[in-house]
């Protein structure tokens, strides 16, 4: 039994199948092996908002990482955990360089109520407000539109993420200008769901995954780290794993980063790669 084994999965196009949903056969499964003192968890790019309806069947105890890295969550008290912000004197010239592009991006911001406050001024494109309108009515987030003293970063304090989705040809020359000019972490990718449509984040400098995994395992004192991916924003805690898992479905750098491929997130693969490796008395996979 892998008792000082962290287990930590991504959930879109690895623990999610194809609908976007974890199976009812994942959820049991992942629910009885932490009830049995499996120590699993998630990292994902989401937000609390959208990680509780999916993790509503599923029975979790450790934080979850949210937002790619830049916080963790707390499901039982249903707080932030170590939350990373921008420095306002950054956000400025992150937000010059989102202008001189003319993307105009999701500004995600965390108050003391708990919710994340997202703002956005100017124009939206369809798949923008296709993302928007999918999350409107979700409790633990709020969106503000168009208001014009926000045209400053130093209106929006505490902000943990620039966010915007668009035609690649614009979206990665805005990412690389950004890495030139400020100490952030961008990362920037085609979407799953929008195959061409490509996804630019903006984070406080050292936010990742991988940054977000090793401080977790700190926590609880686990010495080896299991994690699946399928996404380029998985690669970094992927390289720091002792055992990296990626589906079928991985993109070819998740793929070339693993240390085992499994089946496609069609099937119940990261649940059931969990239950025979907890069990097993070999740590070598």
Not at 15 to 33: C, F, Q
Not at 40 to 57: D, H, Q, S
Not at 198 to 208: G, L, N, P, T
Not at 243 to 271: C, M, T
Request: charged letters at 25%.
């Amino acid at each position: 039994m892998q008792i000082d084994t962290l287990y930590v999965t991504d959930l879109d196009g690895t623990l999610l199948g194809p609908d976007s949903l974890i199976s009812p056969r994942s959820a049991e499964l992942i629910s009885r092996l932490v009830e049995e003192g499996a120590k699993i968890t998630v990292a994902t790019a989401r937000t609390p908002a959208t990680v509780e309806t999916l993790l509503e069947g599923t029975y979790t105890r450790l934080p979850v990482i949210v937002l790619t890295g830049a916080a963790m969550w707390d499901r039982e008290r249903r707080r932030y955990l170590y939350p990373h912000f921008i420095d306002n004197d950054l956000a400025e010239a992150v937000l010059d360089e989102f202008r001189r592009a003319n993307v105009a991006p999701f500004v995600y911001t965390l108050r003391d109520d708990g919710i994340l406050h997202v703002y956005h001024n100017g124009e939206m494109n369809d798949v923008s407000r296709e993302f928007m309108n999918e999350r409107l009515n979700l409790p633990l987030k709020k969106f503000h539109l168009d208001l014009p003293e926000m045209d400053t970063a130093r209106f929006i304090p505490s902000t943990v993420l620039y966010f915007a989705m668009g035609k690649a040809d614009k979206v990665y020359p805005l990412a690389d200008a950004i890495r030139q000019r400020v100490d952030c972490s961008v990362y920037s990718y085609l979407d799953i769901f929008h195959p061409d449509v490509a996804i630019i984040e903006v984070f406080a400098a050292q936010v990742s995954k991988a940054n977000a995994v090793k401080k977790l395992a700190r926590r609880e004192g686990l010495k080896r780290i299991v994690v699946f991916g399928d996404s380029s924003n998985d690669v970094p805690m992927m390289d720091i794993a002792d055992v990296a898992v990626a589906p079928e479905n991985a993109i070819l750098d998740a793929k070339r980063a693993a240390h085992v491929i499994i089946p496609g997130n069609d099937h119940d693969s990261v649940a059931e790669f969990i239950l025979h490796d907890y069990y097993s008395t070999d740590v070598d996979v």
